[in-house]
């Protein structure tokens, strides 16, 4: 069977990345990962990235702090439509895709996100969870549609929310939860995929 090949986008330090690398590496992931982008410069996913000799980029989102402008949607896509991608794996992506992107991968485009959806969409879901004072958050892989975090659901793993947790323990013990499932979400993926 081959390898699916996979495109990840991330924003921040990129340990997602690198579960799904360590996985590839060690020969339990069913893909390898031929391109990283990103929309920040310095950001650790593309050092990590640069380390293992995988092909990086750069996300030129016009000045746009949050958004993630058309345009920018638009050669994005080229480039992964480029680089023959199959599968595409949001890794602490931190802007919304909507539909030039959508369209061009239907239905292949993932996310891992830092709770039990649907409790918790949007930013710093660990936060919301310890606020909300809940015994169990969590970590969930979805497709990604137009919405904030609202695609269906494709694996998740409980975290239990600990007396003495602060939002950097509880954010650590959901991150270990993560990191586990998201290779095992590409492999269910994976197997669908000719
Ligand atoms: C992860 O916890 C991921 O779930 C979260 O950002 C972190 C990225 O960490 N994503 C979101 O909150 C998306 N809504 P990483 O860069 O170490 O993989």
Redesign the pocket.
Known sequence: MRKIRLGVL?S??????QALLDASQSGTLDAQIVLVLSDVVGA??LERARNANIPTGLIDCRGCTSKFPLEAQQETAGTLKKAAVDLVCL??F?RMIKSPLLEAFPGRII????SLLPAFP??E?WKQALDAGVAETG?TVHYVDAGM?SGEIILQAAVPVLTDDTATTL?AR??LQ?HRIYPLAVNIIAATIP
Do not use: K, V
Not at 12 to 17: E, H, I, V
Not at 111 to 114: K, L
């Open positions: 991330g921040g330090s990129g340990s997602n990345f650790g996913i890794a602490g931190m996310n891992i996100h830092p949007g930013l879901a970590c975090d954010h959901i991150q993560e």
